[in-house]
């Protein structure tokens, strides 16, 4: 147990290190900075970080389908906005450093007053809740042009110059350090809302909510601190978001990034505490990587997310912690030939689908942009017969063989299986 | 008065069209449980389908062929999808759901591009049918009106006086007991999804050259046909009816009624001056707000009447 505890804490200190350094492996000498986009995508990835954490308090841990998680985001960046620009106006002293916490109690309390009314239901009731709830913030955004600037939002200047540590955070890199200082916090606070006795009773009242009642907790109690709670973080990374961009229009609120909240969340795993942080990472290195390349980045997050859903509802994180006991029994080694026997058909039939996927895409999207679609140096014509054909057949052939493979790796998995448990027994 | 006649026909139209959507829905939901995100992309599909094959056989096959098509769709989705992940628990079909909103979105924009169709009326039908007060009434409007009062009572009909519309019913209320009688359950959630999805096509099918057909249709239908259904109530056809009238009807007054909160103060002496947050809320004009009354209306029933109107057990 202490050996596990100390791999658990280990890789959190490793991602953490590669965080602070990952800005320096692309450091120019030519113009003596980091680089622009590497900073602003590890930006990206903090605050998403925080919003797919916060998501997860309600979709892992309390079981709660939400759809308006970006209200909260987005409150917190209009708010952050207005205090900016209070502080640069001198009516606020705040050092930088503590603005993200004004963004956080903002988002904070919109949640507690909407959480009173979306948690006095749960499940689908409480989805549509949510779902109306985000429609009408997003309406009111566009309406209301004091406080959200209508359709062009409202911006401000980040350089207010009150500092606890002396920085103009005119640099991108300062500001990634002070995202990466806010992720750390909200993340460790948000880890340890688990351990107390409200995460545990959220995870009862996701499991079993009749039987919390009876215990003698109430689960819209429950529901309703880990709602305002979540708002509260979903505010820091609002926060974080609008001191970053500097400004803040209503696609900070609006329901896409609350699907894509849902997404990281899911898609990294929602059963374990890091999983929405690998889920952020991942479809931010999607998002800014895949969109460059393809116009149809959604199909293949779509794609994956029911993917997911169907074989794997644990997420990545989960399918990674399926394999402890096999990493612990020293079997690893054993799946080794397995793994390839399946990878291979599994490639095949994912580049048969990026194909077909590809191929429609530059018929009609492409065309009209005037691209063409380029593959190793080729260009491809996409009216011609053989790269569709060979596209489906691979498709389909891969599609085929992976099922015959998929049926043997899943007898060797249950095989190690078995072999270990009477290991894990006498342990 | 002729503002009053015209939003009158007009909510109708736009009422009986939401309701040929959440009829569908509506089953699929009180049925399985199972609240299906894709629905209006159905929709979008249906129209974007009626279009190409009336450009190959003409307007009145495709009101037959593109509901078919989207039938089958449905019945693949279900066969292959959701009785996959049924085991998982109701959330895990509502986020199935939600995964196809986006590959069926994109998949329309890879397919038939960004720009909407030139999906039209059809000429024979391309006439005004009556003018009220100077206004026309198009008689395609009158074939919508024709064709979803057909579609409801074709649906009564096989609910109420047929067999299979007897084990829908069963089902659709007692799902366990229907099953323990030895009904194929699974089978009968095949034909009510394959026959909510017909039912979102046909809309699409006469939706589509109503409004436009679009990539963003399905986005902007979507919500609506939820508040609809979860402000009709679970389990309830008539409900559902009744509300995607007062829907339709709300939403078309909402948008010509220009009064605010304001106006109705001032016959009590109150004026308010200044330019803030505070007078911007009270001189917004319910025009404007019209799009928000649903969702409100959804936010208030599910908090206080979590059954909704005229349903038969919580949502």
Redesign the interface.
Known sequence: MTASRFWQISIWILVLALAIAAPWAFYNYHTGRQSGFVISMLSQMGMMSILALSYNMLLGQAGLFSLCHATFFGIGGYATIHFLNMASAGSLPLPMELIPLLSGLSGLGLAIVLGYIATKQRATAFAMITLGIGELMVTSALMFQHFFGGEGGVNTNRMIGRSLFGLTYAQGIQVYYLILAWTLLSALAMFFLTMTPLGRMANASRDNFERVQFVGYDPRMVRFFQFALSGLFAGIGGGLYAITYEIVTFDALAAPLSANALLMAYIGGSASFGGPILGAVLITLLQSGVSLMSNSWLVYVGVLFISMVIFAPSGIMGLVTAHGPIVRGGQLGRLAVPYIRVLVPGILMVAGFVGLVELTSFLTIGAAQGKSLVLFGNKIDVHATLPWLSAAVCLLGGGFWLRLEARSFRRVWEGLMQGLKPQRSVA | MEIVLVSLFNGLVYGMLLFMLASGLTLIFSMM?V?NFAHASIYMIGAYLAFTVSRFVGFFPALIIAPLLCALIGAAIEVW?LR??HH?G???E???T??????V???V???????PMAYRVPPSLDFSLFTIYGANFPAYRGFMLLVSVGMLVATWLLLKKTRIGLVIQAALTHPQMASALGHNVPRVFTIVFAGGCLLAGLAGVIGGNYQTTEPGMAESMG?IV??VV?FGGLGSLAGCFVASILMGLIMTFAVVINTSMLDLLRPLGITVTG???FT??LT?PVA??G??LP??M??II??FR?RGLMGTR??
């Open positions: 449980g609240l999808g996959r992940v998982n109701h959330i895990a509502l986020l199935f939600f995964g196809l909103v986006f590959i979105q994109r998949s924009q890879m397919i038939w591009g960004m720009l919500p939820f508040v979860v330019d803030n947050l911007e809320i917004v404007r707000i799009a928000l969702f409100a959804m936010i599910l908090s979590p919580d949502t």
